[in-house]
């Protein structure tokens, strides 16, 4: 054996291993991301469809072609919002109709449970519509 290579041994002995340390490493921190958007793509998918619904029920009452739909119109609109989409029954819904504008309000908390931690998901949602504008 040569002295060179007697001197490379050593240090490539040394390196045995160490990729599987990173490997191990980059794995959990993409499981513990993929867990993550697991948790709370659900909610804030469930989210968007409220705003969403939420924009389309304040339009549809700005529009008033079978005349203005009163508050309790509106709350039982949203009851079925809320039981399509599974909204806790804490949430506030408030309308307010005022000078000739529609303003629809919500705001919940959804917890979010991740096994040693619970966050609190806060949903506040708004739209509004002008009347007679259609």
């Known amino acids: ?6 001197l490379r041994r050593p240090i490539r002995a040394a390196e045995r291993g160490e990729g599987q ?9 993409v499981a513990l991301a993929g867990f993550i958007a697991f948790k709370i793509m659900p909610v804030y998918w469930r989210e968007q469809n409220v705003k969403n619904e939420l924009v389309d029920m304040a339009r549809k009452s700005a529009i ?9 119109e509106l709350e039982s609109q949203w009851a079925k919002i809320s039981n399509e989409f599974q909204v806790p ?46």
């Open 1 to 6: 054996m040569s002295k060179l290579s007697i």
């Open 21 to 29: 340390g990173q490997l191990i490493a980059v794995v959990s921190v």
């Open 64 to 72: 008033g072609a079978k005349g203005y739909l009163t508050d309790k």
């Open 89 to 134: 029954e804490e949430a506030k819904f408030i309308v307010k109709q005022q000078s000739g504008k529609v303003t629809l309000t919500v705001q919940y908390t959804e917890p979010i449970n991740f096994l040693v931690y619970t966050y609190n998901w806060e949903v506040n949602a708004e739209a509004s519509d002008t009347r007679g504008r259609y």
